[in-house]
């Protein structure tokens, strides 16, 4: 058996082979046809791979994964191997991977659980998502800056008072100077670029997510949860099949707190950082929603409300939410709360929304 550890980067990657014997071999290549063709030749079914999940890992396991035995993905926050070592190259980092990886496969035992790999299809939505929350960032970025320059300027207009769409046609009306003015007219274009945009996004997104339309017509019947939202869930967390419990699921999209325990003392920290975050943060978001739509929900925040910080109970409501998506997923069933009128309003638009480009009731079915 030989085990290869591989320091990814983006435009080369380091490799050690280590073998049984322990002697070793190392390598660099580039990203390129011809000498990702040679590093193809020194790859055999006998050979077993350990590189960290980065931004191009996935991409650069499909390559390798049917010329090797098996491709283990590591989370970086969970492998802090590496970061211990004080003295950090490529070529150090690689013989740290390969020597963890003989450690965990001759031992038996699953040291670190591997990253899940996830098929192309959630690869393709949580990449829109990336882009998705890159222009919901840019949006912000605009209207700070609009709402920056009228302050600078001795017009005192809220954020909500700019950016109507008749607030908007006044604002640029004002006898401004010259260059207060060009900004403004600048922000303004460039705004209503990336408002389109992000619109093309969304849509994508939900023609990207059809294949999930089962799961979006179980997610959609909490109140709450769009369209959009369900789909940013299973984007996170592709299969409710790989999660043995609620606690796995809750702590996996960094809803539940890490405890730090020593002797006899007990300590609640901060929720963990080896998960995913969309879901959790939308979820947030609509908490006040959550909140007054489910009658348990609300019982149980006015009880805690007097003894425990609003963040603390914030993030316990979307921890109680998350666990009932997972029921609701793990059971293949509604919500217990479900209003019907509202699901199917929801699920309604969006047939209609696919029926417009192209894609008919039968094919929905046929694909969930």
């Not at 031992?107 to 996830?118: Q, R, T």
């Not at 796995?248 to 960094?254: A, E, I, M, N």
């Not at 638009?349 to 192209?358: A, D, E, H, P, S």
């Given at each position: 058996?030989?085990?290869?550890?591989?320091?990814?980067?983006?435009?080369?990657?380091?490799?050690?082979?280590?073998?049984?014997?322990?002697?070793?071999?190392?390598?660099?290549?580039?990203?390129?046809?011809?000498?990702?063709?040679?590093?193809y030749k020194l790859l055999d079914l006998n050979t077993c791979v350990m590189v960290e999940a980065s931004s191009n890992t996935f991409k650069f396991a499909e390559l390798i994964e049917d010329k090797v035995n098996k491709v283990y993905i590591a989370n970086p926050h969970k492998l802090k191997l590496i970061s211990m070592v004080k003295k950090k190259t490529d070529k150090i980092d690689?013989?740290?991977?390969?020597?963890?990886?003989?450690?965990?496969?001759?031992?038996?035992?699953?040291?670190?659980?591997?990253?899940?790999?996830?098929?192309?299809?959630?690869?393709?939505?949580?990449?829109?998502?990336?882009?998705?929350?890159?222009?919901?960032?840019?949006?912000?970025?605009?209207?700070?800056?609009?709402?920056?320059?009228?302050?600078?300027?001795?017009?005192?207009?809220?954020?909500?008072?700019?950016?109507?769409?008749?607030?908007?046609?006044?604002?640029?009306?004002?006898?401004?100077?010259?260059?207060?003015?060009?900004?403004?007219?600048?922000?303004?274009?460039?705004?209503?670029?990336?408002?389109?945009?992000?619109?093309?996004?969304?849509?994508?997104?939900?023609?990207?997510?059809?294949?999930?339309?089962?799961?979006?017509?179980?997610?959609?019947?909490?109140?709450?949860?769009?369209?959009?939202?369900?789909?940013?869930?299973?984007?996170?967390?592709?299969?409710?099949?790989?999660?043995?419990?609620?606690?796995?699921?809750?702590?996996?999209?960094?809803?539940?707190?890490?405890?730090?325990?020593?002797?006899?003392?007990?300590?609640?920290?901060?929720?963990?950082?080896?998960?995913?975050?969309?879901?959790?943060?939308?979820?947030?978001?609509?908490?006040?929603?959550?909140?007054?739509?489910?009658?348990?929900?609300?019982?149980?925040?006015?009880?805690?409300?007097?003894?425990?910080?609003?963040?603390?109970?914030?993030?316990?409501?979307?921890?109680?939410?998350?666990?009932?998506?997972?029921?609701?997923?793990?059971?293949?069933?509604?919500?217990?709360?479900?209003?019907?009128?509202?699901?199917?309003?929801?699920?309604?638009?969006?047939?209609?929304?696919?029926?417009?480009?192209?894609?008919?009731?039968?094919?929905?079915?046929?694909?969930?």
């Amino acid at each position: 058996m030989k085990f290869l550890g591989i320091d990814l980067h983006s435009n080369r990657f380091t490799c050690c082979f280590l073998f049984e014997d322990g002697s070793k071999k190392k390598l660099t290549f580039d990203i390129n046809s011809y000498q990702l063709n040679e590093f193809y030749k020194l790859l055999d079914l006998n050979t077993c791979v350990m590189v960290e999940a980065s931004s191009n890992t996935f991409k650069f396991a499909e390559l390798i994964e049917d010329k090797v035995n098996k491709v283990y993905i590591a989370n970086p926050h969970k492998l802090k191997l590496i970061s211990m070592v004080k003295k950090k190259t490529d070529k150090i980092d690689s013989e740290k991977l390969a020597i963890f990886l003989k450690m965990q496969i001759t031992s038996g035992e699953d040291l670190i659980k591997p990253v899940y790999h996830p098929e192309q299809e959630i690869q393709d939505l949580r990449s829109l998502f990336g882009t998705y929350d890159l222009l919901r960032k840019q949006i912000v970025m605009l209207k700070n800056r609009i709402h920056s320059i009228l302050k600078q300027n001795l017009y005192p207009f809220t954020k909500k008072q700019i950016f109507s769409k008749t607030s908007i046609l006044n604002i640029k009306k004002l006898n401004m100077n010259e260059v207060p003015k060009f900004q403004i007219n600048f922000l303004f274009d460039e705004l209503e670029h990336s408002e389109k945009s992000i619109n093309k996004i969304e849509e994508k997104i939900k023609l990207k997510g059809v294949k999930y339309y089962n799961e979006i017509d179980i997610l959609t019947s909490m109140r709450g949860i769009s369209i959009f939202t369900a789909l940013a869930i299973i984007s996170d967390i592709a299969i409710i099949t790989r999660f043995p419990n609620s606690k796995h699921f809750t702590s996996y999209l960094r809803s539940a707190p890490s405890v730090d325990s020593t002797n006899e003392t007990v300590r609640i920290t901060k929720t963990n950082k080896f998960g995913r975050k969309r879901s959790v943060r939308l979820i947030i978001q609509s908490i006040i929603h959550f909140r007054e739509t489910n009658p348990r929900t609300k019982e149980w925040y006015t009880k805690n409300l007097n003894h425990k910080s609003k963040g603390k109970i914030r993030m316990a409501i979307g921890r109680r939410i998350l666990t009932e998506i997972f029921q609701m997923l793990k059971k293949k069933e509604y919500h217990y709360w479900r209003d019907i009128k509202n699901h199917k309003f929801k699920m309604n638009q969006y047939r209609n929304f696919l029926k417009k480009n192209g894609i008919l009731i039968a094919e929905i079915q046929k694909v969930a």
